[in-house]
């Protein structure tokens, strides 16, 4: 009777101590979320999401958010049993976008004892500033979208130890040379010409590059000059002026926030608005340009940034029949119950959806690696190798695909910024009058983004990459 | 310049100012040639509205700096935190009875006490006025509605700036008097870091649209007020397009100009601070208050970041960037002369100018970023002192 006893209290301890372990066949988390089945019980462990980047500077408005994104990520990946039941946790440092700022905070991270496994970086000038310093230390770094020179080195040809979890600028121009050539909507004509207008900086240079204007002359689409302006200048209407002087008819920005807002609010002053069209970087659809365009109303009654085109390599949050999206937009509900001063209209922007995205990831990759050398064993390096075999969707939002060399993701649609209609289901234009919400003592309308195209691989812009025109 | 003929001292000088004068006609001369007069015409308005808010910057520069001799760096700081403090107020329906009492109450704890505390307790007479002031403030403060949102703003707003520029003085200046001054602008720079830091703490960093110079839109919604075009494409080969709400900044920033000039000129504190700023020591032994002159001194400068911090706001957006647009007014500063109010207003126009017509004639924003400094340096190289600035012989 004892022994009977006895070994049901070890199947009842087995059981209480093995569920967390079983239950990373995703029990608690829903069925479109596929992660790889784990293979060790990582209950008692901890995996940190170290991060750092500009938190108080120029990006500020952008990398808000992701840090709220990536709490409530955190949250409810550890309420549904963490990575093989270790728990995540973040811990980042704010680098004001100073340069040497970056510097000191990896040499401090990098020395840290254990060396970490795997970062995360926001900007470009970052990834361009540690590319060769993170190759040294073996600490593979995710990156939210980057520059050639930070992937792929100087040459274009010498992939890194840092991945973009969306394409490459370089990229993304492509993509919309692309659009504007084919013209599937019959809004371009022939004869296109592009004004790029960006921030300075490695980031607002990112996209400005010989390929691109080569591949989009190939593709019907010239370049009619680039200016560029500090994200504290008061006024760009001389750069804008020149780029229409010298025959653009597409104003393209590659920068964020105040930048795609300025560039637009600029257009509707000078009158230009029926002379050329705008479009941006991913970061141009997010949710602050579509607030801060709300200041200029055009002439077709509507805010300076509607008709905005720009890329959007994952899934948005109006896309609520994507499960991913649905599953984001119920958590940022409820957190906004209870934390509503940090879940603000602006914080539904890129940045949190990047940041489940990364959670979703880092637990793909963790498991994955675990699986393979053991988690005690993991080191950055066999972190890089399981991340170069990647194939991985997180939360269905975006495709993850490092294979053959690649650094950054190739999947990217154009989708249109424009705001929603009084009948809560279309895009408000000059017939159909927007809906109008208040929010706190501010009347608002609601910003929203429309895929115009289906997920398509981007081309490849790279010097030397596999559709850059010949000579 | 048959002065500088006479004096062999000067000739060099004048040979440098021709041959930069000739230099940028050379250069520059076919590049304007070849823009279009509207574009001409335009850039000069926008560098003069520009401009002007960048004098108004300058002017705070320039008050501390007479009165103290010290360098403020944390201006910028000083511009962003009062120009939040004011969109608080302004948005803000309804403020909270104890917070609009503590508020007030430390605001004029802090201006009445600038001469310390003990010295209040000696002046009965201060007390009272102290306590009409504040519940007359906190009264002011929580008028409910959307209608007083400019009073609220305005008063709000004035309070948060003078608190601020006190508390400056008070607490991180004051303990250093008598210390080499190097000391002192450090501690600006210490300041200007812990500023940045508060706002992103208290108002995060979104940029917030600052609806000031409004007009409501057909759908209802209030919005920035739309530009004026005028129609001189006959005349000048295109139209012209001025931005009211620039327009209406630049206005705000000469009046306020004006107001400070004047206040300087005729009133005896303003003289007091002039005479303090020629010589701490001096004004001191013929009775100025010397210590509540540097108070007061950072109570206005703080209020004209204030200001420059609404305008620039209303013409823009406020965010935490906006503390960065006090570096387009130290070239201002330094170019009119580091102890001149007429020169800070000479001085951030004509960087300004520079900024817009370098956009104009350069393509990219290497003119945007150099000319003012190129400008500044050239202008220094033959008049060290600045173009208003006091020459200053120190005999060794």
């Not at chain 1, 999401?49 to 409530?72: K, N, W």
């Not at chain 2, 009046?255 to 206040?263: C, D, K, T």
Request: charged share 15%.
């Amino acid at each position: 009777m004892k022994k009977a006893q006895f070994l049901l209290m070890l199947v009842l301890l087995v059981g209480v101590f093995a569920a967390p372990a079983l239950a990373q066949d995703d029990a608690g988390f829903p069925d479109f979320i596929q992660h790889t089945e784990c293979e060790e019980d990582l209950t008692g462990q901890n995996i940190e999401i170290l991060h750092f980047g500009d938190l108080s500077g120029s990006y500020a408005f952008i990398t808000q958010p992701l840090l709220v994104g990536l709490e409530d990520a955190i949250n409810y990946y550890n309420s549904n049993g963490g990575v093989c039941g270790a728990t995540l946790s973040q811990r980042f440092d704010d680098t004001a976008g100073v340069p040497d700022q970056v510097v000191a905070t990896y040499d401090r991270f990098s020395t840290e004892d254990p060396k970490p496994q795997l970062l995360v970086l926001y900007a470009s000038g970052d990834a361009e500033a540690l590319r060769d310093r993170v190759a040294e230390d073996e600490i593979p770094v995710l990156i939210s979208a980057g520059s050639v020179p930070g992937l792929y080195g100087d040459d274009g040809a010498t992939p890194g130890w840092i991945f973009a979890t969306n394409p490459l600028y370089t990229d993304q121009l492509g993509s919309f040379c692309d659009f504007v050539g084919n013209d599937p909507m019959g809004v371009f004509g022939e004869g296109q010409s592009i004004g790029y207008i960006s921030w300075e900086g490695a980031f607002g240079r990112a996209a400005d590059t010989e390929e691109v204007w080569s591949y989009c002359e190939s593709v019907g689409v010239s370049h009619a000059g680039s200016e560029f302006f500090l994200p504290t200048t008061q006024d760009i209407s001389a750069q804008v002026q020149n780029l229409v002087d010298a025959g653009a008819t597409i104003l393209y920005t590659n920068s964020l926030a105040t930048g795609p807002a300025l560039v637009a609010a600029t257009v509707v002053n000078l009158g230009l608005e029926d002379q050329v069209v705008l479009a941006g970087v991913n970061w141009a659809l997010d949710t602050s340009v579509g607030l801060l365009g709300q200041a200029t109303f055009g002439s077709d009654g509507l805010p300076s940034t509607d008709g905005l085109f720009g890329s959007a390599p994952f899934y948005w949050w109006t896309e609520t029949d994507q499960p991913g999206i649905a599953l984001i937009r119920e958590q940022f509900d409820a957190a906004a119950e209870t934390a509503p001063e940090s879940h603000t209209p602006t914080t539904q922007n890129i940045a949190y959806l990047l940041g489940w995205q990364t959670v979703d990831l880092y637990t793909e990759i963790y498991i994955q690696t675990a699986n393979r050398v053991g988690f005690e064993n993991i080191t950055g390096a066999d972190i890089k190798e399981t991340i170069e075999g990647l194939d991985y969707s997180p939360l269905g939002l975006t495709t993850i695909n490092f294979q053959e060399g690649r650094r950054s993701t190739s999947a990217n649609r154009i989708a249109m910024m424009g705001y929603l209609a009084e009948d809560g289901a279309s895009m408000a234009d000059a017939e159909n009058p927007p809906m109008v919400v208040t929010v706190g003592e501010r009347q608002l309308l609601v910003p929203i983004n429309v895929a115009l195209t289906d997920f398509v691989d981007a081309p490849d812009l790279r010097p030397g990459g596999a559709d850059v025109p010949e000579g | 310049m048959t002065a500088a003929l006479r004096d062999p001292r000067k000739l060099p000088s004048l040979i440098a100012t021709v041959a930069v004068i000739v230099i940028a006609l050379v250069w520059l001369g076919p590049l304007i040639a070849s823009s279009a007069p509207n574009r001409l015409v335009q850039s000069g308005i926008t560098g003069l509205l520009v401009g002007g808010v960048y004098s108004l910057v300058a002017l705070g520069i320039v008050v501390i700096n007479k009165a103290s001799g010290v360098f403020n760096f944390a201006h910028g700081g000083m511009m962003m935190v009062a120009g939040f403090i004011f969109f608080s107020f302004f948005t803000t329906s309804n403020i909270a009875l104890p917070f609009a009492l503590i508020y007030s109450l430390v605001t004029v704890g802090l201006a009445v006490s600038i001469f310390g505390w003990r010295n209040l307790l000696r002046q009965p007479s201060l007390i009272v006025i102290g306590v009409v002031a504040v519940i007359a403030l906190t009264f002011v403060l929580t008028l409910p509605g959307p209608n007083y949102k400019w009073i609220r703003g305005i008063v709000g707003g004035a309070m948060g700036a003078a608190l601020l520029g006190l508390a400056v003085e008070r607490f991180t200046i004051r303990p250093l008097i008598g210390q080499p001054l190097f000391a002192s602008v450090m501690m600006t720079l210490a300041v200007s870091l812990i500023l940045n830091g508060t706002t992103q703490l208290i108002w995060g960093s979104q940029p917030q649209t600052l609806l000031i110079f409004s007009e409501v839109n057909p759908i209802g919604i209030e919005v920035k007020a739309s530009p004026l075009r005028f129609d001189t494409a006959e005349l000048l080969g295109g139209n012209i397009s001025v931005e009211r709400t620039r327009l209406y900044a630049f206005g705000l920033s000469l009046v306020a100009f004006l107001a400070f000039w004047l206040f300087f000129r005729y009133t005896s504190v303003g003289l007091a601070m002039r005479a303090t700023s020629e010589n701490q020591m001096l004004a001191q032994s013929v009775g100025l208050r010397v210590r509540m002159i540097l108070a007061i001194a950072w109570a206005i400068a703080a209020l004209l970041a204030g200001v420059a911090g609404v305008l620039h706001g209303g013409a823009t957006n406020l965010d935490t960037n906006m503390q960065y647009l006090a570096l387009r007014a130290f070239p201002a500063v330094l170019l009119g002369g580091i102890e001149s109010i007429g020169g800070a207003l000479i001085g951030g126009l004509a960087i300004g100018l520079t900024e817009e017509y370098s956009k104009l004639l350069f393509s990219g924003d290497i003119g945007e970023q150099l000319a003012p400094y190129i400008v500044l340096m050239v202008v220094l190289v033959l008049r060290p002192e600045g173009l208003f600035g006091q020459k200053r012989i120190d005999r060794i």
